[in-house]
């Protein structure tokens, strides 16, 4: 696990913390050959450059989220409110968290993914063409 993201982790709380310490260990275990980092404050995981999955600290709890989440069909996954296609689940505990269910989403992480990097580019070539 990556220093900043071991940081990010232990400056949660209790039971936060072992939310995050059990998704960081999870996701790099389902996407070995992802990048990871702090992106906008919060631990995200890129293939081919493209954000694919992260965890962020919210009121309610920590918040896993997949940027192309809407695609994947999972009830349990719940849309996310902006332009994007990501959807999230929040836990409070580390019990919340269903193994299978995070595996099987982070094999659909994989296949389903959204071209987000170069969704600004492409904008602004159409932008140039209009």
């Not at 790099?28 to 450059?49: C, M, N, Q, T, Y």
């Not at 595996?103 to 993914?113: D, F, M, N």
Request: with cysteine.
């Amino acid at each position: 696990m990556k220093q900043e993201i071991k940081a990010f982790n232990e400056s949660q709380i209790d039971t936060e913390r072992e939310v995050c310490e059990l998704l960081a260990k999870e996701i790099d275990k389902g996407l070995p050959e992802a990048e990871s980092k702090i992106w906008h404050r919060h631990p995200v995981w890129f293939l081919d450059g493209n954000p694919t999955v992260g965890y962020s600290k919210l009121k309610a709890g920590i918040r896993l989220m997949f940027w192309s989440g809407m695609d994947f069909g999972e009830d349990k996954l719940q849309p996310g409110t902006g332009k994007f296609k990501d959807s999230s689940i929040t836990y409070t505990t580390v019990d919340q968290v269903d193994l299978e269910e995070l595996k099987r989403w982070l094999e659909k992480s994989k296949e389903i993914q959204w071209d987000y990097k170069n969704l600004i580019k492409r904008k602004g070539k159409l932008e140039k063409l209009k």
